[in-house]
Structures are given as structure tokens and as C-alpha cells.
């Protein structure tokens, strides 16, 4: 069974006993479905969860907290995923970057981000890579291209990887993969 970050465990303990002595059961349950469906998953887990330790044999609840479950497992429980997911909306109509370093293409790209969402959208990059990565210098000349496309080709060009967390994307330099068949470097063919 899955633990509940501490907050949200110190947030159902303390709000429980309010449940039985200020609202009802139902009511409990018409917020954390109303939670549910207007996405605050976070919100929803922690009513419905209330519900149940008022009513451990609630269906309703018992069946929105196997949805959210399976919802969480489906996206790896990665907040990051429904961040990539938002960025995959947002479309850029041009792209031009002509000789610029990878900083400065990252830089380019967080204020399109900005500027397209009008101010909705923060793309905040958070840089793992070494200092010739960040200065290496890359041309890309791209029109009417989501977000995340224009991310891959950079990560293509500059040999680097992105990776949607909750609060950041994370640049890191990539790692060398290994071709079906072929050795990996460094070690001999047998």
C-alpha cells in the first residue's frame, strides 16, 4: 500500500474528526468529487480519504480513489508528465535561433513559453550541464511546432536530454545508448 506524503497524512488526521462534528459524509463526498472533476487530484485524495474514515465502506470513494490511483500509476505518479502534457499544447509559431548557444536557446525558448501562453505557462529550466554544453552553439529554424518538438530537436542538437518535473524542466547532458548488436563503448565485441 502506498503512503501518504506527510502533509497530506497530517491534513486527513487533523481534518477527520471536523468531518463527523461540522459536515456530513455526503457533503465530504459531493466536495472531493467536485475536487475530483475539476482536477485537483490532491484535494479530491484527501476528502474522499475522509470519507472513508468516517465510512470505511463508502463505494463511492473507495471507487474515485482507484481512479485516481490508476490515473497516478498511468502518468508513473509524475506530476511531471501532466506538465509535459501541457506543454504539448502550447505551439510555437516561429522558432529561429541562428548560431546561439544551447543557455541562450533554453533562455529563447522559456520566454516563447511565456509569451504564446500569455503568461500561463513558465517554462523553467533547470541546467545539469557542464559549461562547453551550455556555450556549444546550435542553428534551428522551426514554424508552427508544439512546444515539446522544439525541446527534442534542441536536446537532438545539442546532445542533451529533457526530463518534466513538477516545478522545472531538467536539462541533462545525455547518456550514450547502445544500438542493437553493437558493443557498448568501451567494451570489446566477442
Given amino acids: 500500500m502506498k503512503l501518504l506524503p506527510p502533509i497530506l497524512a497530517v491534513a486527513l488526521l487533523f481534518s477527520a474528526p471536523s468531518l463527523r462534528a461540522q459536515t456530513s459524509v455526503p457533503q465530504v463526498l459531493a466536495e472531493a468529487q467536485r475536487a475530483y472533476y475539476g482536477g485537483n487530484m490532491e484535494l479530491a485524495k484527501v476528502k474522499f480519504m475522509q470519507v472513508l474514515q468516517a465510512d470505511p465502506k463508502n463505494p463511492t470513494a473507495t471507487s474515485f480513489l482507484g481512479m485516481i490511483r490508476t490515473q497516478e500509476s498511468a502518468n508513473g505518479g509524475n ?7 501541457q506543454f504539448k499544447t502550447l505551439v ?3 522558432l ?8 541562450d536557446a533554453l533562455d529563447r525558448l522559456k520566454q516563447l513559453a511565456a509569451k504564446q501562453s500569455d503568461g500561463k505557462m513558465a517554462a523553467n529550466f533547470v541546467t545539469k550541464l557542464p559549461q562547453e554544453t551550455l556555450d556549444q552553439k546550435i542553428t534551428l529554424s522551426l514554424v508552427n511546432v508544439p512546444f515539446t ?3 527534442r ?8 536530454r529533457f526530463a518534466f518535473e513538477k516545478y522545472a524542466i531538467v536539462v541533462k547532458k545525455r547518456t550514450p545508448s547502445v544500438a542493437a548488436g553493437e558493443p557498448a563503448p568501451g567494451v570489446a565485441p566477442q
Avoid at 530537436?153 to 542533451?160: H, K, M, P, R, T
Fill in 79 to 85: 506530476a511531471g508528465a501532466q506538465i509535459e502534457k
Fill in 92 to 94: 510555437l509559431p516561429k
Fill in 153 to 160: 530537436y534542441v536536446a537532438e542538437l545539442a546532445d542533451v
Fill in 149 to 151: 518538438e522544439a525541446l
Fill in 96 to 103: 529561429e535561433l541562428r548560431e546561439v548557444t544551447v543557455a
